[in-house]
Nanobody, 126 residues
Framework: VQLQASGGGLVQAGGSLRLSCTAS????????MGWFRQAPGEEREFVAA????????YYADRVKGRFTISRDNAKNTGYLQMNSLKVEDTAVYHC????????????????????WGQGTQVTVSS
């Protein structure tokens, strides 16, 4: 599967953005999906994840209540709705997919994902 992330941009603190992750080659519905972000000089960190059945959603504590992960299987696209953005949310955001999560918290591990999109830049200004 190939993943294309889009929707990033420059937004003021308190604003909103919706990121999209469009899959091609295979149906997104067979994959667990995750969003990660990486700020300059930092390691890639977990943001949110959604199970392939959409029965399980998981969020990093720092985005819980502000971000929402979802998917539209008919459009083969996943989304990350980001509200109440903060300066510290500035990063390159990557979507990723995994056929299987092994372990109760594997959804948050970079190593659990097999396919990655190229990333989209999100910049939040004060």
């Amino acid at each position: 599967v190939q993943l294309q992330a889009s929707g990033g941009g420059l937004v003021q603190a308190g604003g909103s953005l919706r990121l999209s992750c469009t899959a091609s080659g295979r149906p997104l519905s067979i994959y667990n999906m995750g969003w990660f972000r990486q700020a300059p000089g930092e390691e890639r960190e977990f943001v949110a994840a959604l199970s392939k059945t959409s029965s399980g959603t998981y969020y990093a504590d720092r985005v819980k209540g502000r971000f929402t992960i979802s998917r539209d299987n008919a459009k083969n696209t996943g989304y990350l709705q980001m509200n109440s953005l903060k300066v510290e949310d500035t990063a390159v955001y990557h979507c990723a997919t995994s056929l299987t999560w092994l372990g109760s918290t594997s959804y948050s591990s970079v190593d659990s994902y097999n396919y990655w999109g190229q990333g989209t830049q999100v910049t939040v200004s004060s």
